[in-house]
């Protein structure tokens, strides 16, 4: 493992440390010290790789807070049907997908959607995987896609009664599996997939709450449109969370995606259990769902439903869709920043922030600040000079994981090349 020195670096975690010519010694996986250029002087740092990063800004690696990795070779894939709700939407599109999904198609997608993560300075996913005809090893397929491009994951299998009630053993036995196998890693984690209230019956959330053990959360998509909430009401619930608390499945950390349909009582629980809400503002708006009442949420990270691994272009789009609802880039900064930071240190402690003795996972933007960059006016920098998160340099675990516009750990054009049959074969299946 090689021992990394990132000079002439603007660095900003937005939780504290803010060095305008700043550098950062690596030693194998961790940030061995950092400070201004001044402190170094006449340090000699033989034996290390020295690169000049031109002032770029400097920052830690970022989380995607909720991502379907499977989606990633249906870009263009026309539905199969009409779309003109959210079920029809599920129905003809990606209900459709993850039944024709099959280990290479994973392995593939997985692969694309990580390349597409370090090119824009994600160390960090939370991902929700579905493929319905491929259950048993799907998650080991994904770990080792993230082992060997030196990502984080927290990875789960989506629990569904949608594909017939006799493979939801396979399923909780997936999740559960995984997440033993992997609950002492410092780089890969279970969780317990849960697809939404509404393709669960009573009985599978009783055997998900039986079976589980006590300290594995849950990940699912709640109250993302209104058919959840009314699901649960037609159910005797008063909505999404309700349902889940009253089998004994959220706890703080829970991972509950998009929160947009709720009753009073979910937003109460909410409040005092206090589980890991993750917003996904563009997914809202391309599906027509609603927005998240972020008030009643309180705090939130950011997450992409699978659109992109693009955090910078995610957090843009999030003040641009709640401006008019009096968004703040205060409240963007704790989301993007503070809140993000406790959230990913749950699973990966020492990650998130910028510190001596931390692991370094690490993104160098591509970009040079024009106008003065403080640590009160970061966010403003990020939504509307870097707009899109290009990185120059993402380092996972101490590791270059992309530099120069290449991808380190694979020969990406040949992963290209193969992804592309592995798409027709998959779009064959999806239309045949």
């Known amino acids: 493992m090689a021992n990394i020195v990132l000079k002439n670096a603007l660095l900003a975690d937005g939780l504290g440390t803010f060095i ?13 010290a950092l400070g201004s250029a001044e402190q170094f002087a006449g340090r000699d740092f033989a034996g290390y790789e020295v690169i000049d990063v031109g002032g770029r800004l400097t920052m830690p690696g970022f989380l995607v807070g909720h991502h379907h990795l499977y989606s990633a070779l249906a870009t263009g894939l026309a539905p199969a049907g009409p779309t003109e709700n959210f079920v029809q939407i599920l129905e003809n599109l990606w209900w459709r997908l993850d039944r024709v ?16 993560a370090v090119r824009h300075g994600a ?34 299998f989506e ?15 997936e999740n559960i599996d995984f997440y033993e196998r992997h609950k002492d890693s410092p780089n890969i984690r279970g969780a317990f997939g849960l697809h939404a209230n509404f393709t669960l019956s009573d009985d599978t959330l009783r055997a998900v ?51 947009i349909h ?12 206090k589980p890991i809400v993750a917003a996904n503002f563009e997914s809202n708006a391309n599906n027509r769902v ?15 439903d699978g659109i992109t691994a693009d955090m910078i272009l995610t957090l843009r789009s999030a003040y641009f869709l709640n401006a008019a609802d009096g968004i703040t880039f205060e409240e963007l900064a704790d989301s993007f920043f503070a809140y993000r930071r406790e959230v990913q240190e749950r699973f990966f402690p020492d990650t998130a922030s910028l510190d001596v003795g931390k692991y370094a996972d690490i993104v160098v933007l591509d970009y040079v600040p024009a ?41 990406e054009e040949e992963v290209r090349q193969k992804a592309k049959d592995v798409g027709r074969k998959l779009w064959e299946r999806f239309y045949g």
Do not use: W
Not at 101 to 116: M, N, Q, R, T
Not at 123 to 149: E, Q, W
Not at 162 to 171: F, M, N, P, V, Y
């Open 20 to 32: 305008p010519d700043g550098i950062v010694v690596i030693s194998g996986e961790r940030i061995e």
């Open 101 to 116: 999904l099959d280990e290479e198609s994973v392995y593939y997608s997985a692969l694309v959607g990580v390349i597409d």
């Open 123 to 156: 160390t960090a996913i939370f991902d929700h995987h579905a493929s319905m005809n491929f259950v048993r090893g799907s998650l080991d397929v994904i770990a080792g896609v993230f082992s060997l491009a030196g990502v984080r994951g927290l990875l789960c």
């Open 159 to 173: 629990t569904s009664d949608r594909s017939g009630t006799d493979k939801i053993e396979q399923h909780i036995r």
């Open 209 to 259: 709450a039986e079976s589980k053990p006590a300290q594995m959360p849950i990940h699912i998509h709640c109250g993302e449109d209104a058919h959840d909430l009314n699901f649960c009401r037609q159910l005797g619930y008063s909505g999404p969370v309700e349902r889940l608390a009253r089998f004994g499945l959220l706890d703080g950390n829970s991972i509950l995606a998009h929160c």
């Open 262 to 273: 709720l009753d009073g009582a979910d937003y109460d629980i909410i409040r005092q259990v």
């Open 290 to 304: 609603g927005r998240m009442n972020r008030r009643k949420i309180g705090r939130y990270i950011l997450g992409t």
């Open 371 to 411: 106008t003065q960059l403080t640590p009160e006016n970061l966010v403003g920098h990020l939504i509307f000079g870097v707009k899109s998160a290009r990185a120059f340099i993402t380092i996972g675990n101490g590791e270059i994981l992309f530099q120069d516009g290449e991808v380190k750990f694979c020969d």
